[in-house]
C-alpha cells in the first residue's frame, strides 16, 4: 500500500498520541494525516506543530480515508458515529480506542465492517505505551498489519482474539498510568513530610519506580521474590509492608481494577452517568 490516508476523530491527549507517534515512526506524511475535532483552535494547534490537516467536520475529514481513527469520548460516540454513518469509505479501517465501545455496536451505527478495537494508555505519548488490541472478521491481512504499524508507534502492543480483553485491559494498563502517578505522588509526599525538598523527593520515586519496573522485566522473578530481596529480617522494609498490609493495599487495588473493568462494561451500554450509589462497591 502506498502511504496511508490517515484520519483522527478526535484531536484529544490520545488523538495527539498517535498522530505524533504515527509521524515519529515515518508510517505516513504529515500531509496524509487529518485531525478532525470541533474546536478550530484545537486542530489549528496541530497542523502548527504536526503539519496535519485541521478539519471541524467529521464527515469531510474521513473523505478518501484508508484509516478512521476514533480517539472521542465515550460520551461523545453516539453523536460522531452517526454523522459518520455511510460516510467512511467502504474499503477503510476503522480503528476505535474508546473505552467499552464494542465492535458489533461500532459495526451497527456505522454501517461498517472493518474494525479494529484497540486500548492503547497515556505513556503512548512518549512511545513507551502498551496496547491491547482486537479486530473484527472483515479486518484483511493488510489491515491487519497496518493496525499493527499504527499501534506499535505507540510502544508494545497486544493483539487478542477476544474482545473481551479489552475491557480488562482498559482496567489494566489503560487506566493503569493513574493507578501508578497517584502511588508516585502519595510517595513523592511522603518524602516532603520526612523533610525531602519536593525537587529531590520526585527524583528518588521516580528512578525508583522506573528502576523497580526494569528490574522486574529483566529478572522476570515473581514481584513477591524481589519484594523478599528488598525486605530485610526486622528492617524498615517490613515495617513499612506491614502498615500496607494492614491498610488493604492489595485488595484495594484489586477492588479498584474491578471496579474498572465493570465501568469500562458500563460504558460500552452507553451507561455514561454513574453515582457513587451505583458505583461497584464491594465492602
Ligand atoms: N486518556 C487515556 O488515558 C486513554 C483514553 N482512551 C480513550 O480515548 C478516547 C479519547 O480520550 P482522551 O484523548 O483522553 O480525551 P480528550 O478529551 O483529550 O480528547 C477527545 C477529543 O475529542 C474531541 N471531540 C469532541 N467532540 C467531537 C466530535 N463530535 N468530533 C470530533 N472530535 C470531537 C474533543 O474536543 P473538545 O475538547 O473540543 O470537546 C477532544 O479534542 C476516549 O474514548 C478514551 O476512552 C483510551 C486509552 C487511554
Ligand atoms: O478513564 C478512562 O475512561 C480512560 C480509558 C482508559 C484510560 N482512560
Given at each position: 500500500?502506498?502511504?496511508?490516508?490517515?484520519?483522527?476523530?478526535?484531536?484529544?491527549?490520545?488523538?495527539?498520541a498517535?498522530?505524533?507517534?504515527?509521524?515519529?515512526?515515518g508510517?505516513?506524511?504529515?500531509q496524509?494525516?487529518?485531525?478532525?475535532?470541533?474546536?478550530?483552535?484545537?486542530?489549528?494547534?496541530?497542523?502548527?506543530?504536526?503539519g496535519?490537516?485541521?478539519?471541524?467536520?467529521?464527515?469531510a475529514?474521513?473523505?478518501?480515508?484508508?484509516?478512521?481513527?476514533?480517539?472521542?469520548?465515550?460520551?461523545r460516540?453516539?453523536?460522531?458515529?452517526?454523522?459518520?454513518?455511510?460516510?467512511?469509505?467502504?474499503q477503510a479501517?476503522?480503528?476505535s480506542?474508546?473505552?467499552?465501545?464494542?465492535?458489533?455496536?461500532?459495526?451497527?451505527?456505522?454501517?461498517?465492517?472493518?474494525?479494529?478495537?484497540?486500548?492503547?494508555?497515556?505513556?503512548?505519548?512518549?512511545?513507551?505505551?502498551?496496547?491491547?488490541?482486537?479486530?473484527s472478521?472483515?479486518?484483511?491481512?493488510?489491515?491487519?498489519?497496518l493496525?499493527?504499524?499504527?499501534?506499535?508507534a505507540?510502544?508494545?502492543?497486544?493483539f487478542?482474539?477476544?474482545?473481551?480483553y479489552?475491557?480488562?485491559?482498559?482496567?489494566l494498563?489503560?487506566?493503569?498510568?493513574?493507578?501508578?502517578?497517584?502511588?508516585?505522588?502519595?510517595?513523592?509526599?511522603?518524602?516532603v513530610?520526612?523533610?525531602?525538598?519536593?525537587?529531590?523527593?520526585?527524583?528518588?520515586?521516580?528512578?525508583?519506580?522506573?528502576?523497580?519496573?526494569?528490574y522486574?522485566?529483566?529478572r522476570?522473578?515473581h514481584?513477591?521474590?524481589?519484594?523478599n530481596?528488598v525486605?530485610?529480617?526486622?528492617g524498615?522494609?517490613?515495617a513499612?509492608?506491614?502498615?500496607?498490609?494492614?491498610?488493604?493495599?492489595?485488595?484495594?487495588?484489586?477492588r479498584?481494577i474491578?471496579?474498572a473493568y465493570?465501568?469500562?462494561?458500563?460504558?460500552?451500554?452507553?451507561?455514561?452517568?454513574?453515582?457513587?450509589?451505583?458505583?461497584?462497591?464491594?465492602d
Open positions: 500500500m502506498d502511504a496511508p490516508k490517515i484520519s483522527v476523530i478526535g484531536p484529544g491527549a490520545m488523538g495527539e498517535i498522530i505524533a507517534g504515527l509521524l515519529r515512526d508510517l505516513t506524511p504529515a496524509h494525516v487529518t485531525a478532525s475535532g470541533p474546536d478550530v483552535e484545537r486542530v489549528e494547534e496541530l497542523r502548527s506543530v504536526y496535519v490537516r485541521p478539519m471541524t467536520d467529521n464527515a475529514a474521513v473523505e478518501g480515508a484508508d484509516v478512521v481513527i476514533l480517539s472521542v469520548k465515550p460520551q460516540l453516539e453523536r460522531v458515529l452517526s454523522g459518520l454513518c455511510g460516510k467512511v469509505p467502504p479501517l476503522v480503528l480506542i474508546v473505552a467499552g465501545a464494542a465492535l458489533p455496536s461500532i459495526s451497527e451505527r456505522l454501517q461498517h465492517k472493518a474494525l479494529v478495537r484497540a486500548m492503547p494508555n497515556t505513556p503512548a505519548q512518549i512511545g513507551e505505551g502498551i496496547t491491547v488490541w482486537t479486530a472478521a472483515a479486518v484483511s491481512t493488510e489491515q491487519h498489519e493496525a499493527r504499524c499504527i499501534l506499535g505507540l510502544g508494545s502492543e497486544i487478542v482474539e477476544e474482545e473481551n479489552l475491557d480488562m485491559a482498559t482496567a494498563s489503560g487506566s493503569g498510568p493513574a493507578y501508578v502517578f497517584l502511588f508516585m505522588e502519595a510517595m513523592v509526599d511522603a518524602g513530610h520526612l523533610g525531602f525538598p519536593r525537587r529531590i523527593a520526585e527524583q528518588l520515586v521516580t528512578q525508583t519506580v522506573r528502576g523497580s519496573a526494569d522486574f522485566a529483566g522476570k522473578s514481584p513477591a521474590a524481589l519484594r530481596e525486605t530485610s529480617p526486622g524498615t522494609s517490613a513499612a509492608l506491614y502498615y500496607l498490609e494492614k491498610a488493604g493495599f492489595r485488595t484495594a487495588i484489586s479498584a474491578w471496579a465493570e465501568r469500562s462494561q458500563e460504558l460500552g451500554k452507553d451507561k455514561h452517568r454513574k453515582s457513587p450509589e451505583n458505583s461497584a462497591e464491594r
